[in-house]
């Protein structure tokens, strides 16, 4: 069975920035151009060239072509809070020594 993957736009204003986020065993921050993901997956695998991209970028990728994806509106204000909510759920996912590898896999 696949595992479900939320994909949020997250639109702050009045800048009209836009933040990605991808909710799949954990919330992560994801962009397309240049491909990033704040997953330990993609930081210990992908980016070392070892395996190709994270599940969230691939939910990302199949969630923009098809637009099918939430839209939060938000200040900008907001942006702060919700980068530095993330920042230190992965500070903690780290800490405890979660396994990095396993962590964002993508499902086959
Ligand atoms: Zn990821």
Redesign the pocket.
């Known amino acids: 069975m696949r595992e479900e993957a939320r994909v949020i736009k997250h639109v702050f204003l009045p800048s009209r920035r836009a933040v990605w986020t991808?909710v799949?065993g954990g919330e992560?921050i994801?962009s397309l151009d240049p491909p990033s993901?704040?997953?330990?997956?993609?930081f210990f695998n992908?980016l070392r060239g070892r395996r190709g991209?994270?599940?969230?970028?691939r939910a990302l990728e199949r969630a923009v072509y098809w637009g099918e994806y939430e839209i939060v509106l938000g200040s900008d204000d907001e942006l702060e809070i919700l980068l530095r909510g993330i920042l230190k759920d992965l500070w903690i996912s780290f800490y405890k020594g979660r396994a990095p590898a396993a962590?964002?896999a993508p499902v086959a």
């Open positions: 991808v799949s992560y994801v993901c704040t997953c330990p997956y993609f992908t991209i994270c599940k969230h970028l962590s964002g």
